[in-house]
Each structure stands twice: as structure tokens, then as C-alpha cells.
């Protein structure tokens, strides 16, 4: 038995094939504990879907924007043709200028395909020639799946003038979504082992659509895609507006809170229930507009009673803050201060740890 492996091409030992997941760690505190391997996984394929202007794109940004700051490659992919340079600087500053942040936005589908397997073979090649470090990896975004469209599809639009004689506007008698999920089966049948083999991430943005006449225990809303896109992500994520962060009940809004529900995972231990976390958006009032890393840290301290509190007043180590609103203040001002609280908060992470989970209400009819 100590020889079965031996004189195969393809067959190894199951230790050196299955290997344990591994992640890059995000800004997102909360979402490296919700997913239970400490930030993003590598070598696999997710979904995140949501209503319009809830944050997907933010939240996707801000995974990218924590593989350049761990010294890794990230590559944009903007169908949409919406995101500006100028309000990625606003959020990651210096790091948007970042020699491994790419972007394409893309004509068509194919021309979207040939640019991922470029970029991999790109990547690949580097390591391999010790020009990047052996352990660089790369995350890919696709900003939106629903924007890629076949270039004959194209070239059909064009000669139609956008509208077919069935009154549809795609060209193709309403069977565009179809087309899209045929490829989209295809693309993710190449993608599966080529992310494993690239060591890569690759996340895309789906849409969401309303499903007619279900009750609030049921999903009031369906991704679109195909199938194919659901069943082969390791994740599928949506991102919902939680609410707005204000001084005070009556003060002024500080920023947003969104929550992030995992509602599907292949990548640790299968949920009952999808795991929620949070993230926090400054919109400059209090601190600099962008990530408010230092309020998500703040309220698993809090959780975990890291940091303690009594009345209005917070105490962690040898400080002490009146309120929320002066602890993220003290905290963003003092980076030091704040990766060491976030380290005594993951000191706390469990891998069997009880998670907060998705309720009802994070299943109502969309109203973006």
C-alpha cells in the first residue's frame, strides 16, 4: 500500500491533493470570522448578490483592496463602465495606485474570458521566473456578470437596432438571459480547476430579481446567471443596507452599516443558517470617508467584552472612551492602537463558535 501512488501521472497521495483552505486576511473583521478560515478563501469562485446601491461593489473593493495591502494582485473587471478612480483613492487612498491593481472594462464576453486566463497565465509565469513572491495571489472582481454580452450578441444588437421585432430589447427575442447562463456554465467548468491551479479568488457580482408571491420564510428573490454560477461557487454572499451610524439617536449620520450574509459556503463547516456579519462606511463626518474599520472591530470588542462597558463608558487596556462615537475617533487616529485591539478581538475566534444568522427579514421583496 506504501507504493500505490507511485508510477501515476495524475494520482497522489489525498494529503498533497486535498488540501486545507487557505484565505488572505480582509479589513472586514467580521466577515473573516463569519467565513471561519480568517479572511477570503483562495482557489474558488463566489457569488454576491443584493439590491441595487446596498454595497455590493463597496464590499467587493474593499476584499481587493485587502489583497493589495497583503501585497497580492487585484484585477477589476468594470462592465458596468461606473467605478472611478477617484472613489477608489477616497477609500484605499495610496494603495489605488498600487502597481498590482489592474483594470479592463471589457467590449464582450469573450474578450472578458481571454483577459482572466491572460492575467493567470500572467501571474503563473511571474512566480515561476521568481520575479513575484511564490505565495502571491491574485482576486479577481467581475462588476457585473449581467453586463457581459456576447459579441455576436453585439454585432445583432447593432444590426437590429436594439430591438427585435418581438419588442425585446436584446436583440435576440427576449432569449439574452438564456445565451448569458449557457456561458456562464461554460466559463465556470474552465474556471473551477484554473483558479485551484492559480491559486486565485474570483468573485462576481449577480443580479437580483424579484420572485413573485412567496411569503417572508421564502427568498423573495432569485440570482440570475444560470445555475451554473449558484452550484460552482464555494460562496454566495449578499449584501444588504443594515442601516445608518448616527451620534446620538437624533445627531448627525455618520456613515452606513451593511450587513453581509454567507448563504452559502463550501469553504468550513456547513451553517444551518446563513452567517451574518457587518461592516461599517464613513461618509467623512466623524473620520476620513471610506472603510470605518475601527467601528467594526469595535462592536465584536464589545461582543466579546474585549472591551468593557459601563453607562457610556468603554474600557479596553489602559483606555477609556465616553461613547462609540469617541472610541472610533481615538482608534482610526491611532492605527497601532487599533490592530492590537483587533488582535485581542480575534483571540477570541472559535472555529465551532455560535455565529449570528440570517432571519426572516433578510429575505423581503427587494426594494432597491
Not at 459556503?265 to 446563513?274: L, M
Not at 469595535?298 to 457610556?312: C, F
Request: glycine share 8%; charged share 30%; hydrophobic share 40%.
Amino acid at each position: 500500500m506504501l507504493k500505490l501512488a507511485e508510477g501515476f501521472d495524475t494520482w497522489k497521495p489525498a494529503s498533497e491533493v486535498l488540501k486545507p483552505v487557505t484565505a488572505v486576511k480582509t479589513i472586514f473583521v467580521q466577515y473573516n470570522r463569519a467565513t471561519r478560515v480568517g479572511g477570503h478563501p483562495l482557489e474558488r469562485f463566489s457569488i454576491i448578490h443584493g439590491p441595487s446601491s446596498h454595497g455590493k461593489t463597496t464590499f467587493v473593493n474593499g476584499i481587493g483592496y485587502s489583497f493589495l495591502k497583503a501585497n497580492h494582485v487585484y484585477g477589476l473587471i468594470d462592465a458596468e463602465y461606473t467605478t472611478p478612480i477617484t472613489w477608489l483613492r477616497t477609500m484605499m487612498g495610496e494603495v489605488a495606485d498600487d502597481a498590482g491593481f489592474l483594470a479592463m472594462r471589457p467590449d464582450n464576453y469573450e474578450q472578458t474570458v481571454d483577459a482572466v486566463e491572460q492575467l493567470l497565465a500572467r501571474l503563473v509565469a511571474l512566480r515561476e521566473s521568481e520575479d513575484l513572491p511564490e505565495q502571491t495571489s491574485a482576486f479577481i472582481a467581475v462588476d457585473s456578470l449581467k453586463k457581459l454580452i456576447p459579441k455576436d450578441i453585439w454585432d445583432k444588437i447593432k444590426k437590429l437596432d436594439a430591438e427585435s421585432d418581438k419588442g425585446s430589447m436584446d436583440g435576440m427575442g427576449g432569449r439574452l438571459g438564456m445565451i448569458q447562463a449557457a456561458m456562464n456554465t461554460a466559463w465556470m467548468n474552465r474556471l473551477t480547476p484554473l483558479l485551484n491551479k492559480t491559486r486565485t479568488s474570483m468573485m462576481a457580482i449577480a443580479r437580483e430579481s424579484e420572485k413573485p408571491g412567496a411569503d417572508k420564510w421564502d427568498d423573495q428573490f432569485k440570482v440570475q446567471g444560470g445555475q451554473a454560477v449558484n452550484y460552482d461557487s464555494s460562496m454566495t454572499l449578499r449584501v444588504l443596507l443594515a442601516g445608518y451610524v448616527r451620534e446620538g439617536k437624533e445627531g448627525p449620520i455618520l456613515g452606513e452599516r451593511h450587513r453581509v450574509i454567507i448563504r452559502k459556503t463550501k469553504v468550513a463547516r456547513k451553517e444551518d443558517k446563513g452567517a451574518v456579519c457587518y461592516f461599517h462606511m464613513s461618509n467623512g463626518v466623524l473620520i476620513p470617508e471610506g472603510f470605518d474599520r475601527a467601528r467594526d472591530v469595535l462592536e465584536l470588542a464589545k461582543e466579546y467584552k474585549v472591551v468593557a462597558q459601563k453607562g457610556s463608558w468603554l474600557t479596553w487596556r489602559n483606555c477609556r472612551w465616553q461613547g462609540d462615537t469617541v472610541a472610533v475617533k481615538k482608534l482610526t487616529a491611532a492605527p497601532e492602537a487599533l490592530d492590537k485591539l483587533q488582535a485581542d478581538v480575534e483571540s477570541n475566534f472559535k472555529a465551532n463558535e455560535e455565529l449570528p444568522s440570517e432571519t426572516p427579514e433578510d429575505n423581503l421583496e427587494i426594494r432597491g
